[in-house]
């Protein structure tokens, strides 16, 4: 079942004027899981010296997995060609990831979007991250890729 028809029946509703994010909670994370959860729900209108400027995302789904190396493989499939690869989809599947999916209902998917998103997750990589590879969380950087990382996550 592909996302969309996913997401109408289990929420409901799925169109242009809801904005979708996808995000994972990388290996060795997870004790950050609901401040990372927090930070996209946070309203944060103004920004201010410590978090990005953003309006509140609405947390829609969650689902903690450790991943199988194909899937991890297929997560990063655009790197395949890099030589870090095969580090990455190892590490990626070597322990309990999350996935969190966000809406925001009366938003339409734009550029803007994307560089609210990209701003939260430098901001939570600052927090927490370790290194280049293990740097908290994966987030999507299109509605395509989005798509096909949270049906990962989300298959009935």
Known sequence: MALKEYLIKQLGSYGPDHAWIFVIVKPGFEKYTQQIIEEFTSDVSAG???????????????????????????????????????????????????????????EKVSKKMFKEVDAIKDYIREQWGESEMRNVIHSSDSIEHMQHEASIYFVI
């Open 48 to 106: 201010d010296d410590k978090h990005p400027a953003h309006t509140p995302w609405v947390l829609s789904k969650t689902r903690s997995k450790t991943l199988l190396p194909e899937e991890a493989r297929s997560l990063y499939e655009i790197h395949k060609k890099e030589d870090w690869y095969e580090d990455l989809w190892k590490y990626m599947s070597s322990g309990m990831t999350t996935g969190l999916l966000f809406v925001k209902p009366d």
